[in-house]
């Protein structure tokens, strides 16, 4: 996970954060994730990405991830992430908006109210 200069490479911060978002589904809607993508057939693709490296991932790090959810559309949302280290600094903070979509066409969908429902209680700013 770290280049030659001892600090995370920036992919790995964003496979890192999808990590986090995938896992997260289960939690906040009751749903694993790939249980919508397969099962459901929805995915939620981003569309969007505004991020901000605050100070360096480096060797030894313990990474406490902060995911919410700042605003669900009808067929949208806008997830918040930061990643802190064990002295509770700001390593990187990340908006992300993802559209719900059909997996067998790739067309956007209204989000369905059985995941809606979790993502409206995830919602804070």
């Known amino acids: 996970m770290l280049d030659m200069a001892g600090i995370a490479f920036y992919p790995r911060i964003f496979d890192l954060a999808h990590r986090f978002f995938e896992e997260s589904w289960n939690e906040i809607c009751g749903f694993d994730y790939s249980h919508i993508i397969g099962e459901m057939k929805i995915g939620f693709p981003v569309v969007d990405i505004k991020s901000e490296f605050h100070l360096p991932f480096r060797y030894g790090d313990s990474v406490t991830a902060t995911i919410w959810i700042s605003k669900v559309g009808n067929k ?7 990643f802190h280290n064990q ?9 992300q908006v993802t559209v719900c979509v059909s997996m067998i066409d790739m067309t956007s969908l209204v989000i369905p109210d059985a995941l809606r429902n979790g993502l409206e209680a995830c919602k804070h700013e």
């Open 76 to 82: 949208s949302c806008t997830w918040q992430y930061r």
């Open 87 to 95: 002295n509770k600094e700001l390593l990187w903070s990340s908006e």
